[in-house]
C-alpha cells in the first residue's frame, strides 16, 4: 500500500467522522434536550438518521480516561452489521447491499418465471421481487405458491441451482405437485475429489436397519439423529474405530492423521439422501442436460427486460414501488410477445459465438 493511498484512505475517514460528530451533535440536541418539542423525535427522516448513524458509527472508548466521552469512529466494513439488517441509502431504507460473484450493487433482486413450451408464446407467470441480500432458494416456495394462487402451477419448474436444495426437491412435488428440475450442488468433500476416493455415494444404507456399510462391507455401529448448527435435521453415523484404523484403504476414506480416528458420515433425512444421490448420479447424463437446456430461454427475458425495458434501474423508491415497477416492465414485455406472436415473428435463437460455430464446422 502506498504512502499516498493510506494518507487518501486517513483523509477520508477523518472528513467521515467529522461528518458523523455533527450527526451525532444534531441527534443529541433532539433526544437529549429537554427544551426539544416531542413531536420532533416522531418525524420519520429523523428515525432514519438516527438507524443511519448506529449502522454507520460507533463510539471508541479505547484509550479514554474513566468518565470521559468517547470518540466516533467510521465503521469499516468489517463493524458494519450484517446486510440484512442495515440500510446503505438514507433515501431507500429497502434497499439492502448484495454481491453476486464478481457483482456487488444496493438495491432489490427480481425473480422472474416464464412459460417455455416449444410451440406456444412465452409469457411471463410470475415475479417476485425481494430485498437484495435475501437467497434464491428462499424464493423458490413463495413463486410456488403465487403460482398456486394464480392457477399458473406448471408440472415442471426448470430453475437455476441456487434456487435448489433437497428439502424443496420434495416438498415442490408433494405441496404443489410441480417436479423441481435444476443442478443440485456436487458432492465437495475431498474423498468426491479424489480418484477411488470413498465418498458419501459409495456408502450404503439401509434405512430400515438404520446401519450404514462402507465399500470394504464394514457396518456402522451408531446411528444418530441430530440437528446442526443451522436447525438442518439429519443423522450422525460412526464406523468402528478398530475396523478403521486396520483397512488397507484407509487412505481413500479418512485423513486423519490419529489412526484412532473412524470414519463418519452426516446424513440428509431418506427422502432427501436418496433424491440428492439420484440427482447427482442423472444430471450429468446427456439426457437430463438436454431438458435442463430450456432453462437458458430465461436469460434472454431478462437480457431483453435489462436492455429494452429498462429492468435493472428502479426508477422508485422502496419496495412496494419497485415491485410494482417490475411487475408493469413484465407487462409490457408480455404485451410485445403476445405481438410479435401473433405477427408470425419466431422465438429468437440462443446466439453461437464465431469460435464456438468454428469448433461445431
Given amino acids: 500500500m502506498s504512502t499516498a493511498y493510506r494518507a487518501c484512505v486517513a483523509a477520508r475517514y477523518e472528513y467521515a467522522e467529522t461528518i458523523g460528530n455533527d450527526g451525532m451533535q444534531l441527534l443529541a440536541s433532539i433526544y437529549e434536550s429537554s427544551t426539544t418539542p416531542q413531536w420532533l423525535r416522531q418525524i420519520p427522516a429523523i428515525e432514519v438518521l438516527r438507524q443511519t448513524w448506529l449502522h454507520q458509527y460507533y463510539i471508541d472508548y479505547t484509550d479514554v480516561p474513566l468518565d470521559t466521552p468517547g470518540k466516533l469512529r467510521w465503521r469499516n466494513a468489517a463493524d458494519l452489521p450484517k446486510a440484512g439488517d442495515r440500510f446503505d441509502s438514507p433515501y431507500d431504507t429497502d ?16 425473480h422472474i ?51 435448489v436444495d433437497s428439502e424443496l426437491l420434495i416438498k415442490s412435488q408433494i405441496d404443489f405437485d410441480i417436479e423441481l428440475i435444476g443442478p443440485v450442488r456436487p458432492n465437495v468433500s ?27 462391507g464394514q457396518k456402522s455401529t ?31 476414506c479418512i485423513k486423519s492423521k490419529s489412526e484412532s480416528e473412524p470414519r463418519k458420515l452426516r ?5 432427501e439422501h436418496q433424491i440428492i444421490q439420484t ?25 431483453q427486460g435489462i436492455n429494452a425495458f429498462g429492468l435493472r434501474k428502479a426508477r422508485y423508491r422502496n419496495l412496494p414501488k419497485v ?11 408480455n404485451i410485445v410477445r403476445m405481438i410479435a406472436w401473433l405477427d408470425g415473428i419466431p422465438h429468437a435463437q440462443t446466439r453461437i459465438s464465431r469460435f464456438a460455430a468454428l469448433a461445431v464446422a
Fill in 95 to 110: 434497499a439492502r447491499y448484495a454481491n453476486k460473484r464478481s457483482t456487488t450493487w444496493i438495491g432489490y433482486k427480481v
Fill in 113 to 163: 418465471t416464464e412459460t417455455c413450451d416449444a410451440n406456444d408464446v412465452h409469457l411471463i407467470t410470475n415475479v417476485e421481487t425481494t430485498q437484495a441480500q435475501l437467497s434464491d432458494v428462499d424464493q423458490t416456495e413463495p413463486i410456488h405458491v403465487s403460482l398456486e394462487s394464480k392457477g399458473l402451477s406448471p408440472s415442471e419448474h426448470i430453475v437455476d441451482a441456487g434456487y
Fill in 190 to 216: 475431498w474423498q468426491a475429489k479424489t480418484p477411488g476416493g470413498y465418498d458419501i455415494s459409495k456408502f450404503s444404507v439401509e434405512w430400515d436397519a438404520k446401519t450404514v456399510t462402507c465399500p470394504q
Fill in 222 to 252: 451408531t446411528w444418530t439423529p441430530a440437528i446442526d448448527n443451522w436447525g438442518n435435521s439429519g443423522i450422525n453415523v460412526k464406523f468402528p474405530s478398530k475396523v478403521c484404523r486396520r483397512c488397507d484403504f484407509r487412505h481413500l
Fill in 267 to 271: 446424513l440428509r433425512p431418506k427422502e
Fill in 279 to 303: 440427482i447427482r448420479s442423472t444430471q450429468d447424463t446427456d439426457e437430463w442436460k438436454e431438458r435442463y437446456n430450456t432453462r437458458a430461454g430465461v436469460e434472454g427475458t431478462l437480457s
Fill in 323 to 333: 415491485r410494482l415497477q417490475h411487475q408493469i416492465t413484465a407487462v409490457a414485455i
